[in-house]
DNA sequence: CTGAAAGCGCTTACAG
DNA sequence: CTGAAAGCGCTTACAG
């Protein structure tokens, strides 16, 4: 009593940390415990009168059902877990809010781990399994095959998104059209009349950045145009900082710059702009890959190729959400659109 | 038999999703099912041989203990829901990535669900209640004070992170110090010679953009200068692209401009630049509030406030790591750091 | 230190 | 449509 009225000036209602229960329901219902279980679930065989002496009992005691209770039984958590790996990229705040809104559409919650870009993250799934999720999607991040194994054993899918693997064993991949992008590149730089090419990469072993080379290095060809000059930038700012300077530097330096994606192309035009006195589009081409917002701001004025990444996010949360009920290609390509802006003549 | 063998070129594991428990691991092991639990559980009183034989068996079925039955029991779920709205502001992810870390050092797991900025997150918080999380953050997102009361109730602590609100209910807040951020910001201004002051406020109701307006405000004041011409930014970069086009086409324009965050800056200074022609720094001073990655970027490089976003993760993980322990302050306020770059004189 | 047993809060056959 | 009962996969007193 005297403690009640000890912290009455802190918050007008204690907090008990008592949480009703569908038996608490019950009770007050005057019904079985089944039937309160039976009132929140879908689809399940009771008396509307019978749900709704439940549902007021319910709000009466502020009860929620369980759901973890509910996952035990059921098997099916309705948990996602995803790992994101580039949290610098601003492209992967705009996917993760597409994939969380359209699972959350489906029914199901994000449980999610940051990590460093392409960085191993076993010790995250093994956590995630640890909690059943559902599924596993993969953000700019890596798993080792015989946890992906353990993975497809267990039933859960694994969704690479923005990725690729030679070997996909068990998993899935969602990607836009890579080569085909890599490629409308090169074509809009050979017709804009550029003539030394660079090629910016963002890892050696990224599938994505693989492809995006393969196809420009391929529409170079086509038109007889020696290989692109290639360096690495990490997929980062700081990186691509460095590969710039590089460029710009070389004797016999490139007049057009294809970056493997947006965030490396923006940093190179600020090098180019502001350590070099070249103007992007005049004085040097330079081409991103995502078409994240930025890309569109006077700063940058990017020509880029944009990721499709709303269709991306469905097919992703599709496949998820039909589990088990069709078999899905196991590699989804989803194709994208060349915008030509102003760092391009 | 003729399925498995159709089904053999796809992999070379089927996938039965079966699942070992306990008790086949105590089978295996030829132990009871509560040594296996007391393997796995810190602490319990458990031989060194005992737990060996059942790590052996576990191994060898690839067991993994489900938390989610382990949840049930100890009413710990060891999760920690996160709204995010302004998935667009780079600061955020960079957040995440801070409390993902953290959290994860302390055993705790982020559930995630992004929202508009500034929404209303009751549905999702509505889900963390049924998921039984341990703690609740909100970031750039409200809540009822109704279902505030429910999780004090419910003995569920929520932080609101860069924010806070008059009546904090059974909430506690985490914040950069922005009344003095403010008034710094204000005092470097008018050092730097600035005449006539505009303040770009996030949206009205945001003590964050409230409380470093009324720094900056009250710098000005005791300087005797009349009070900020006042606009609108919503926090975001289009919001602030008509915010800064309306301050600039005024006849007496400002000559220096605070943007309530960098987001908001970096817009202003393009807007500034490519449509006013006028040069960040020399023509017109622009600040930003954060300290962004991108504020350091030749084409901004803003004179900014540092968030200690770091500190601040610290001080959410902490209390809610240590629920219970110790009545933690209701209101945690960390100190930042002005920044001045070449956007002001 | 170890095992048998009860129970966390639910869902779901199984009878009626 | 409804209830009693079994059980999801664990943890944790309780004896020994």
Redesign the interface.
């Known amino acids: 009593m005297s403690r009640s009225q000890s912290k009455a000036s802190d ?3 204690a ?3 008592v ?1 009703a229960t569908a038996h608490d329901v019950a009770r007050l219902a005057g019904v079985s415990q089944s039937a309160v279980s039976r009132a929140f679930t879908q689809g399940a065989s009771i008396s509307s009168k019978m749900r709704r002496k439940v549902l007021n009992a319910a709000s009466e005691l ?1 009860y ?6 509910r ?2 039984i059921t098997r099916r ?1 309705k ?1 996602v877990g995803l790992t994101m790996g580039n ?2 990229n ?1 492209l ?3 996917v ?2 597409k994939l ?2 359209r699972l ?1 559409e489906q029914g199901f ?6 990590a460093k870009i392409n960085a191993q993250v076993d010790k ?1 799934i ?2 995630f ?4 999720v559902d599924a596993i999607i993969l953000l700019s991040t890596v798993m080792s095959s015989w946890l992906a ?2 993975c ?4 859960i899918p694994v969704i690479l998104f923005n990725r690729t693997v030679k070997r996909l ?2 998993m899935c991949g969602v990607t836009s059209d890579n080569d085909r992008g890599g490629r409308e590149i090169g074509r809009h730089l050979l017709e804009a009349g550029y003539k030394r090419f660079a090629f910016m990469a963002g890892y050696e072993d990224s599938s994505t950045s693989q492809m995006r080379e393969h196809g420009f290095t391929e529409s170079l060809k086509e038109a007889s145009v020696p290989a692109p000059i290639r360096v690495i930038g990490d997929f980062t ?1 700081a990186g691509a900082v460095r590969a710039a300077r590089e460029l710009l530097s070389l004797k016999k330096r490139p007049d057009a710059i294809f970056c493997a994606n947006d965030q490396m192309a ?2 190179t ?2 090098v180019a ?3 070099f006195g070249l103007e992007p589009g005049k004085d040097v081409g330079i081409v991103g890959f995502d078409d994240i ?2 890309a569109s ?4 004025s990017l020509t880029t190729y944009s990721q499709p990444i709303d269709e991306m996010a469905v097919k992703t949360v599709d496949f998820i959400a039909h589990l088990g009920k069709k078999a899905p290609h196991r590699q989804m390509v989803v194709p994208g659109k060349l915008i030509v802006r102003s760092s391009t003549r």
Not at 64 to 69: D, E, G, K
Not at 109 to 114: D, G, I, S
Request: one cysteine or more.
């Open positions: 918050s007008a209602v907090s008990t940390g949480i502020g929620r059902p369980n759901v973890l209770a996952a035990l958590s948990i949290v610098e601003p992967f705040p705009l993760l809010d969380s809104t959350s919650r994000l449980l999610l781990f940051t995250q093994e956590e399994l640890r909690y059943r194994d353990e497809h054993k267990a039933g064993g068990g700012h923006c940093a035009v600020d702009r502001y350590e917002p930025m701001w006077p700063s940058f």
